[in-house]
């Protein structure tokens, strides 16, 4: 029954498990408990996407033998990942994933929404700079066609690129700055510094294909195919605040959105 669930499972993943619990034994970490030390680094591989919902996990030999502790602690790990809703257990078939993912804020911003779900993730800034964009100016009806670009690819921690995203601000007050201050932290601080807070706006959602450039950033390949949104957010009384293209993998977000009644 072992052998056969490891053969479902895949070869590949187990010895990554073994690695991973070596090092969890051998980190200089304050020791947790042994089955919490097994709840940490599945969950961090179903809420990173490795395994994926509906992926059967290892039967409780392997995992026993994998992470070198008893049947017993491992049962009580899977029984914390069910009352966590990422996995589920069927008597006489095995434990297999059910974890779907979580809706996420974006006026959080994406790294905080993620966060705020578990899921830890890099940002790294590939652009900030001064830029002048005539068609975008007359496209988004402001008058001066300088903005701030705002180029940045979040990947997860101990995986792979899931978005890259080019932001355009207005190019006001301390704004401007930016490129020379730098950015720290979420774009929403220095936006809502100068008083450009998102209340309304607009968003376009299709499947593009990833150019050359966009696959480099992503350790994709050129013309695989991404979910591209693009959302354009203006204050209360109508000012332009940001305008956000964002190239999103397809296998980690998708759109769902409400109508009718009070719902917009």
């Known amino acids: ?45 179903i809420r990173g996407g490795r395994l994926p919902r509906g992926a059967q996990l290892p039967g409780e030999h392997a995992l026993a033998a ?13 029984t914390e990942l069910s009352n966590r809703g990422l996995i589920a257990t069927q008597s ?12 996420l804020d974006q006026r959080l911003g994406w790294t905080k929404a993620l966060a705020k779900h578990g899921v830890d993730v890099v940002t790294t800034l590939v652009r900030l700079e001064l830029v002048f964009d005539a068609e975008l100016a007359r496209e988004l009806e402001v008058d001066s066609p300088e903005f701030i670009a705002v180029d940045r690819v979040r990947t997860i ?9 080019r932001s355009r601000i207005p190019a006001i007050g ?3 700055e930016l490129p020379e201050r730098g950015l720290d932290g979420s774009l929403y601080t220095p936006l809502h510094a100068v008083g450009l ?23 994709r390949e050129p013309g695989e195919r991404f979910l591209c949104t693009r959302r354009c957010s203006r204050t209360a009384t109508g ?12 296998d980690r977000f998708r759109l769902h959105m409400h109508f009718g009644g009070d719902q917009l």
């Open 1 to 45: 029954m072992a052998t056969d669930r490891l053969r479902q499972w895949g070869d590949p993943l187990l010895p990554t498990i073994r690695a991973r619990s070596t090092f969890l034994h051998m980190s200089g970490q304050v020791p947790r408990l042994k089955h919490e030390r097994i709840v940490d680094a599945l969950a961090k591989d």
């Open 197 to 219: 807070i998102p209340e309304q706006g607009e968003e376009w959602v299709e499947l593009v294909r990833l150019t050359e450039e966009e696959a480099g950033h992503l350790g």
């Open 239 to 250: 000012e332009f605040v940001e305008n956000v293209e964002s190239l999103l993998d397809p």
């Open 92 to 103: 006489g078939k095995g434990s297999f994933v059910t974890f779907d993912g979580r809706t």
């Open 66 to 78: 994998s992470f070198d502790v008893s049947r017993n602690t491992v049962r009580q790990a899977l």
């Open 174 to 176: 301390a704004l401007r």
């Open 157 to 165: 921690v101990d995986g792979a690129p899931i978005s890259y995203e």
